[in-house]
C-alpha cells in the first residue's frame, strides 16, 4: 500500500489514509470496517435482510447469480456502488456451488429453483431488447428531424433603454455615451449594469415547479443532516453510520446526501480516533461524486492528531489537499472548531512539519462607513461608561445567573393572594405531590417504551425521532413535561402550539446540556471574569475599548466555538408533538382525587379533542376539569419560568456575531423570526463580520444598561391588584369578575331573533373571559417578576432586534418595552445626580405624561408644573387615599412615578446633588414623517413635525385634524348627512392613531377601523351613524395628508410601486439600512406543511417560506412602513453609539430615547447630530442603485412578458422621486424635534 500514490479527490485520500503494512478497509472480512456496526461475523456485501431470507445454499448461489446479472444489464447507466460491492461466487459447470449439497433432495430443489429464474431472466432480456430497438428507431426519426431543421438564429444581446423620468438622469447617460465624467452615484450604477449578466436562462419556464421541488428537497436534506448530528451528540455514531451507509447504497435516496453530512459522520469518527471508519466514509464521498472541502480534512487530520498514524499519511494527506487547492493556513482559520480538535489537528501537522505555526487570527477590521467613523475613531478621547457595581459583586451575579441557565427554569413566588390553608387546601397540595411522583415514573417508562420502538425502525437505516430523544436523560424530559402540564390552560391548548413549545423547551435545554459537556462552561467563566474587568466601577481596561471588541481580544487562537445549527421546523414540532403523545399516553389520576381508588378507576389527565377556530378544525390537548379543579383547590404558591424569560443577574454576553451574544448559556437570536423562517439568518451570515458591527455594538450597549424595580410603585400596584384591579389604570381585575352569560335557558318558543341574540351575548361573555384571564395572567406574571427581583441591586435585559433592525428586549414579561404600568415598575439602576437642570427635566417630563400642554412651549411647561406642585406633592404622599390628580394623566402610573421622584428632589436639601434614577424620556414628533420629510426636504412637511425651529411645537395631529374640520364644515353647507352629524365630534383624539400609522402603511379599511374604534368611544355620538361616519373621516384624513405632505406621499408611491414590481418578477424585496444590516420582507405565499401520524395529522400554514412566490400585496404594502421603521432604527442605534461614547446611559423604546435628567441636553444634542447626518447620505439613490444591481441583473428571459417587466422594473428604480430645498441643518436648532 505504500507504494500506491494520491489520485484525485476523495479517493486520492482514501489511499492515502491506509497506512502502510496495513491492508485495505474494503478487503478486510471478518467483522467488517465498521467495527461491529453491522454486528458480529456480517459480510457487508449483502444487507440484514436479504440474509433472513435465505433458506439455503441453493438460494444463496441464486440470488447472487441474480444479482450480478442486474448489475451487468445496468451497467451501461448506473454506476457501481463502491463500498456495497457484492462479491459473487463462481458456481462450477456441475452446479455445485462453493461447497458440497448436503442431500440429493436439496440438490434437486435448487436445480428447479435455478431453472425457473433462468427463464425469467431469458424473458426479461427479450423484452429489453425489444425496447431496445424501439429506442433506436425514435432516435433515428428525431435526429432526422433535426437534421432537417434549419440552424436557430443567434441570440441578440440585452438592450437596456430606460424612459427616463427626469432630465437630470437624461443628462448623466448622455455624458456617459460621450465619455464625459461621471459623478461618484453615477460611476457606481454605471459599474452595477455592466456587471448583469446577459446568458439566456434556461430555467425560468420551470422555475415554480423547480423551486417547489427544491424546497421539500432541502427540507429532507435538513432533517437528514439533524438526524445525523443529534446521533453524534447522543453518542450514536454507529447508528449514524449505520443510516448514511443505507442512504448511500439506494441511488433514489443518494441525492438527499451533501458533503456536510458526510463530514458530520467523518467528524464523528475524528473525536474517536477511529481511522478506519474516516477512511471508509472518504471513500462513500469519492463514490458520491463529491469533492472534500477544508473541513473533511480537518476531520482526517484530526483523526490522525489523535491516533498514532505515520507522517507519510499525513504527508500525503497535506499534499493532496494542496492539489486540491485547499490551503493548510486557511484550515486553522476558517473552520470552527473546539480547542481539543484545534489542538489534535495542529500534532497532525507538526507531525510532518515541526516548524509549523498556525496563522495568527486576522487583526481586527473596523467599520470605514461614514456615520460610524466618529464611533470607531482612535484619535479622539472617549468616556464610555462604568457599571456601579464592583468586580467582586459583578463576578458573584454572574455565578447566580450561571446556576440559573444551567437549571433552566426559575421558580418564582406568586403575589396572587394566596387561600387560608385549610384541610382541604393541604389535601389538595399532598395529592398533587402524590401524583406527580406517580406520573415522573410512568412519564419514564413510556418515553423509554417510544425511543426503543424508534430505535428498532432506526436499525433498518431510516432516520428517526430517536437521537432527538436521547439527548435528554429521561427523569429531565419527564420533569419538562409536568411543568408545561402545570401552565396548561384549563381551555386546552391547540397540539401545534404545544408541540412547538415542546420541541422548543427540548432544544434549549440541548443546547446548554452540550456546552457543559464540552467544558465550554469552564472556558466561558475564565473569560466572562476577564470581561468583567472592562464594566466594573473598580478596574480599568487600558486602552477602553467597546465591550465587543474587549471580548474578542479575549478569545483564544482557536477562535469561537461552532454555533448550535438549529433545528428545522418539522423536526423541532415532530419532537414536541411525539412529547406531547407521550404525556397525554402516560399521565392518569383518579376520578376524584380525595378518595382511594383503583387501577380501573383512573382516567386521563389530559384529553385530545377537536374544535372549531374560523371554520378550521383544529385539535386541542384539554385537561380534565377534575385536574383543573385540583389545581385550583390547591393554589400553589409558585410560577416556573423558562431561564430566557427572566431578566438577566448579569451583564450580557456582547453581540459578536449572529450566533453569539446575551444570554451566557441560552440559545438567542440576533434576529428575531417565525420559527421556520430562515432567509435571515442566511443573509446576516453572508455579510462580512465587519459590516454588522454598528448593529451589534448597539445591541450590546442597550443591554448593557442596569435596571432596579421601582419598589414604590410596585407596593401601590400590588394594593389594587389584590383589590380586584383597576381596569382604567390597566390593572385587570380577576377572572371572577368577567361577565357571566345568562345561566337559564331559554323558554320554549323564544323567537328566533331572540335565541340568536342571546347566542351573541354568550359569545361576548367568552371572549371578555378570555380576554381578562390573559390580562389578568400577564399582570400575574410581570409583578411576580418585580417582586421577585425588588431586593436586587441590578439586573439587565439582553436585546435582538427584528428583521427590520428594530430592537426588543429578550425578556417578554417584565421590561421596559410594553404598557404605561410595566414601564413605571423599572428605573436606572445606577443614579446621577441632577444637576443644576435636571429638576426643570424632571418636571419637564411630568408634564409631557399627563398630555395637558402638547401646544405649549417648554417655558409654558415648567410654569404649569410649578402651579400643580401642591397635587404632585399630595399624589406622591397618598397615591390611593388623596385627591388623585394622577389618576387623570395620560400615562398614570409612570406619571405617579415622576411624582415620587420629583418629591423626594424637593424635598432634599440640595436638589441639583439629589441622585436620580428616573428614566426621563424624549419622544419624536411622528417620527415616521420626519423622517419622510427628511427624505423628501419637503420643507411644508418639515415644518409640520417639527424638524425646523419655532417657538411653540407643531402638532401635525392638531393640524390634520383641523384640515378635516375645515373640509367638514365645506361638505356640511352643502348638506352632506354626515358631515353635519359629526359637528363637534372631529378632534385631534380620531385623527391621531390613523395619522400616526398612515406613515406605516396603513390602509384606507385599517384606518376606517381604527376612526370606527375612536368613534364608539365617544359618548353622545350616534352609533348608528359609526360606519358611515368612519368611511368618511378616513376619506378626508388621507386627503389632508395628501395636501400638506406631498413629496412623502412621493416617496411611498415609488416605494410601493418598486415593490409591486420586484414582487411580481419573483423576488421578496430587500435591501440594506445605512447601518450595514441587511432586511428581507419575510411575505411569501402560504405553504402547507403536514405532519402526519400519531394522535393526530398537523398542517402548518407558513407564510414566510422562502421558497415560495412572493405575497404581492403585503410586498408593497410592507415596502415603505419596513424601510421607515429601519431608518428609525438606525438613528436610534446611531444616537446610542454616540451617547455611550460620550458616558451617557441610554436606552430606547423605538422612537422614545430614555436617560438621566441630567444628561437630557447631551442625548438631545446627539439625537439630532446623528438624524442630520444619516439624512444626508443619498439614502434613496443607495436604494436604488442597490435595487438595480439586486433585481435588475438577472439573465434575460426568452419570455417576452418577462423582459418587458424587467425593462419597467429598471426605469421606475432609476425614477428617484425628486427632492425639495429644506435644509437639514435647521434641525440642529429645532428644540421641538425630540421633546
Known amino acids: 500500500m505504500s507504494a500506491l500514490g494520491w489520485g484525485r479527490g476523495a479517493a486520492g485520500l482514501g489511499r492515502a489514509l491506509v497506512t502502510p503494512g496495513r491492508s485495505s478497509l474494503l478487503a478486510e472480512k471478518g467483522p467488517g470496517a465498521l467495527g461491529g456496526i453491522w454486528g458480529r461475523g456480517r459480510s457487508s456485501s449483502a444487507s440484514p435482510c436479504e440474509r433472513d431470507r ?39 459447470e456441475g452446479g455445485g456451488g462453493g461447497s458440497q449439497p448436503r442431500g440429493k433432495a436439496e440438490a434437486g430443489a435448487a436445480l428447479e429453483l435455478r431453472g425457473r429464474w433462468a427463464e425469467k431472466l431469458d424473458k426479461e432480456k427479450w423484452i429489453m431488447q425489444k425496447r431496445k430497438q424501439r429506442l433506436e428507431v425514435k432516435l433515428q426519426a428525431h435526429a432526422q428531424k433535426l437534421a432537417q431543421e434549419p440552424p436557430p438564429r443567434p441570440l441578440r444581446p440585452l438592450r437596456v433603454e430606460p424612459r427616463l423620468q427626469n432630465g437630470q438622469l437624461a443628462g448623466c447617460l448622455q455624458r456617459w455615451a460621450r465619455g464625459g465624467p461621471a459623478g461618484p452615484w453615477e460611476e457606481q450604477l454605471a459599474q452595477a449594469l455592466q456587471e448583469a449578466p446577459r446568458k439566456l436562462s434556461r430555467e425560468e419556464a420551470q ?115 494542496a492539489r486540491d487547492r485547499l490551503p493548510l493556513q486557511k484550515l486553522f482559520l476558517a473552520v470552527p472548531m473546539s480547542e481539543e480538535e484545534w489542538a489534535a489537528v495542529l500534532t497532525a501537522v507538526r507531525k510532518v512539519k515541526p516548524a509549523f505555526s498556525p496563522p495568527p487570527r486576522p487583526a481586527p477590521r473596523v467599520n470605514t462607513s461614514p456615520l460610524l467613523k466618529d464611533v470607531y475613531a482612535q484619535d479622539s478621547p472617549v468616556a464610555y461608561p462604568k457599571l456601579h457595581l464592583p468586580l467582586q459583586t459583578l463576578a458573584r451575579l454572574f455565578q447566580q445567573q450561571l446556576d440559573v441557565e444551567l437549571a433552566t427554569t426559575v421558580q418564582v413566588e406568586s403575589v396572587e393572594k394566596a387561600p387560608p390553608l385549610t384541610a382541604e387546601v393541604l389535601h389538595a397540595r399532598e395529592t398533587l405531590r402524590s401524583l406527580r411522583a406517580q406520573w415522573e415514573k410512568a412519564l419514564c417508562q413510556e418515553l423509554r417504551e417510544v425511543k426503543a420502538s424508534l430505535a428498532r425502525v432506526a436499525r433498518e437505516g431510516r432516520p428517526t425521532l430517536y437521537p432527538h430523544l436521547c439527548l435528554l436523560g429521561e427523569r429531565e424530559t419527564a420533569q419538562m413535561l409536568l411543568q408545561l402540564l402545570q401552565v396548561l390552560p384549563p381551555q386546552g391548548q391547540s397540539l401545534i402550539q404545544l408541540a412547538h413549545e415542546l420541541g422548543m423547551r427540548t432544544f434549549n435545554r440541548h443546547v446548554v446540556q452540550r456546552k457543559q459537556r464540552e467544558r465550554q462552561v469552564q472556558a466561558l467563566q475564565q473569560r466572562y471574569l476577564e470581561y468583567l474587568r472592562l464594566l466594573a466601577c473598580d478596574t480599568q481596561v487600558d486602552p477602553p475599548c467597546l465591550p ?79 385536574f383543573s379543579k385540583l389545581l385550583t383547590t390547591a393554589a400553589e404558591p409558585t410560577l416556573t419560568f423558562e431561564a430566557t424569560e427572566v431578566p438577566m443577574l448579569c451583564p450580557p454576553l456582547p453581540w459578536t456575531s449572529p450566533h453569539s451574544g446575551a444570554f451566557l448559556l441560552s440559545p438567542a437570536k440576533l434576529m428575531r423570526a417565525v420559527e421556520g ?79 340568536a341574540e342571546l347566542r351573541r351575548e354568550a359569545a361576548r361573555c367568552l371572549k371578555a373571559a378570555r380576554e381578562l384571564r390573559s390580562l389578568r395572567a400577564d399582570a400575574l406574571y410581570r409583578l411576580s417578576l418585580a417582586q421577585h427581583l425588588r431586593h436586587h441591586s441590578a439586573f439587565w435585559l439582553p436585546h435582538n432586534m427584528d428583521f427590520r433592525g428594530r430592537t426588543y428586549p429578550c425578556p417578554p414579561h417584565l421590561s421596559h418595552l410594553g404598557s404605561d404600568l410595566a414601564r413605571a415598575l423599572l428605573e436606572f439602576a445606577h443614579g446621577r445626580p441632577l444637576g443644576p437642570r435636571g429638576l426643570d427635566w424632571l418636571k419637564l417630563h411630568l408634564v409631557n405624561l399627563t398630555g395637558l400642554k402638547k401646544r405649549e412651549s417648554l417655558q409654558a411647561r415648567l410654569a404649569f408644573a410649578d402651579q400643580v406642585l401642591d397635587e404632585v406633592l399630595d399624589s406622591a404622599d397618598r397615591p390611593l387615599t388623596g385627591r388623585k390628580w394622577w389618576m387623570e394623566s395620560d400615562e398614570p402610573w409612570q406619571t405617579l412615578a415622576c411624582c415620587m421622584e420629583i418629591a423626594q428632589a424637593v424635598r432634599s436639601p440640595d436638589p441639583a446633588a439629589f441622585v436620580s434614577h428616573f428614566p426621563v424620556h424624549q419622544d419624536g414628533s411622528c417620527n415616521g414623517l420626519q423622517h419622510y420629510a427628511a427624505l423628501g426636504r419637503d420643507s411644508t412637511g418639515a415644518a409640520s413635525v417639527n424638524l425646523t425651529p419655532s417657538d411653540l411645537p407643531q402638532d401635525v395631529y392638531s393640524g390634520v385634524a383641523a384640515q378635516v374640520e375645515a373640509f367638514r ?27 400616526m400609522t398612515v406613515v406605516y402603511g396603513v390602509t384606507r379599511y385599517g384606518g376606517r377601523l381604527q376612526i370606527e374604534k375612536r368613534l364608539r368611544e365617544l359618548q353622545g355620538f350616534p352609533q348608528e351613524f359609526v360606519w358611515e361616519a368612519s368611511h368618511y373621516l378616513v376619506q378626508q384624513v388621507f386627503s389632508s395628508l395628501q395636501e400638506m405632505f406631498s413629496a412623502t406621499r412621493a416617496i411611498q408611491h415609488w416605494l410601493t410601486e418598486s415593490a409591486r414590481l420586484i414582487s411580481h418578477m419573483g423576488s421578496a424585496v430587500e435591501w440594506v439600512t445605512p447601518l450595514g444590516v441587511p432586511v428581507i420582507q419575510p411575505y411569501h405565499r402560504s405553504s402547507k406543511l403536514m405532519i402526519s401520524g400519531g394522535m393526530q395529522s398537523m398542517t402548518f400554514n407558513h407564510s414566510s417560506d422562502s421558497s415560495q412566490r412572493p405575497n404581492t400585496l403585503k410586498q ?73 444591481k439586486r433585481f435588475c441583473s438577472a439573465p434575460r428571459s426568452q419570455n417576452l412578458s418577462k423582459n418587458l417587466q424587467m425593462r419597467k422594473l429598471f426605469q421606475t428604480l432609476l425614477a428617484v422621486p425628486e427632492t425639495g430645498t429644506f435644509d437639514l441643518e435647521q434641525v440642529k436648532r429645532s428644540t421641538y424635534f425630540f421633546s
Open 54 to 92: 435465505r433458506k439455503d445454499w441453493g438460494h444463496v448461489e441464486l440470488l447472487e447469480v441474480l444479482k450480478a446479472r442486474v448489475r451487468q444489464l445496468r451497467a451501461e447507466s448506473v454506476s457501481e456502488v463502491t463500498v456495497k460491492r457484492v462479491a459473487v461466487t463462481r458456481i462450477p
Open 207 to 321: 422555475a415554480p415547479a423547480d423551486r417547489a421541488a427544491e424546497a421539500q428537497l432541502s427540507g429532507r436534506r435538513q432533517k437528514l443532516l439533524a438526524f445525523l448530528e443529534c446521533c453524534l451528540l447522543t453518542d450514536h455514531l454507529p447508528l449514524a453510520h449505520h443510516v448514511l451507509v443505507t442512504q448511500h447504497g439506494h441511488l433514489r435516496r443518494r441525492r438527499l446526501l451533501t458533503l456536510a453530512m458526510y463530514n458530520t459522520v467523518m467528524l464523528g469518527w475524528a473525536r474517536k480516533g477511529s481511522f478506519k471508519e474516516l477512511v471508509y466514509v472518504f471513500f462513500m464521498v469519492k463514490d458520491a461524486g463529491l469533492a472534500p472541502d477544508l473541513l473533511s480534512y480537518a476531520a482526517a487530520l484530526q483523526c490522525m492528531g489523535r491516533g498514532d498514524q505515520d507522517t507519510s499519511t499525513i504527508r500525503r494527506c497535506l499534499e493532496q489537499m
Open 548 to 626: 465587543r471588541q474587549h471580548w474578542e481580544a479575549l478569545g483564544g487562537p482557536c477562535g469561537e466555538p461552532p454555533p448550535e445549527q438549529p433545528w428545522p421546523l418539522p423536526v423541532l414540532v415532530q419532537v414536541g408533538k411525539q412529547l406531547a403523545e407521550v404525556l397525554v399516553r402516560a399521565v392518569h389520576m383518579p376520578r376524584n382525587p380525595g378518595v382511594p381508588a383503583g387501577a380501573e378507576q383512573l382516567i386521563p389527565v389530559l384529553y385530545h379533542v377537536y374544535s372549531f377556530r374560523s371554520f378550521r378544525q383544529i385539535g386541542i390537548v384539554k385537561p380534565h376539569p377534575a
Open 677 to 755: 423562517t430562515t432567509q435571515h439568518q442566511r443573509g446576516l451570515e453572508r455579510c462580512p463580520p465587519v459590516a454588522l458591527h454598528g448593529a451589534l455594538d448597539a445591541l450590546t450597549q442597550l443591554g448593557n444598561c442596569a435596571w432596579r424595580v421601582n419598589g414604590r410603585i410596585l407596593d401601590q400596584v400590588l394594593a389594587l391588584f389584590h383589590a380586584r384591579g383597576c381596569s382604567r389604570l390597566g390593572v385587570p381585575p380577576p377572572a371572577s369578575e368577567a361577565p357571566r352569560p345568562p345561566a337559564h335557558r331559554p323558554p320554549p318558543g323564544t323567537p328566533p331573533a331572540r335565541l
Open 969 to 995: 364644515r365645506r361638505d356640511a353647507e352643502r348638506g352632506v348627512r354626515v358631515a353635519q352629524v359629526l359637528e363637534g365630534f372631529v378632534s385631534r383624539k380620531v385623527v391621531k392613531q390613523t395619522v
Open 1116 to 1188: 408593497k404594502n410592507g415596502f415603505p412602513p419596513n424601510f421607515i421603521h429601519s431608518l428609525d432604527s438606525t438613528h436610534m442605534m446611531l444616537t446610542a453609539l454616540h451617547c455611550y461614547r460620550k458616558g451617557l446611559t441610554f436606552v430606547s423604546v423605538h422612537d422614545c430615547y430614555w436617560t438621566h435628567a441630567a444628561d437630557v441636553p447631551v442625548m438631545n444634542q446627539v439625537c439630532r447630530e446623528q438624524f442630520v447626518k444619516l439624512h444626508s447620505q443619498p439614502i434613496l439613490r443607495d436604494l436604488s442603485r442597490f435595487l438595480v
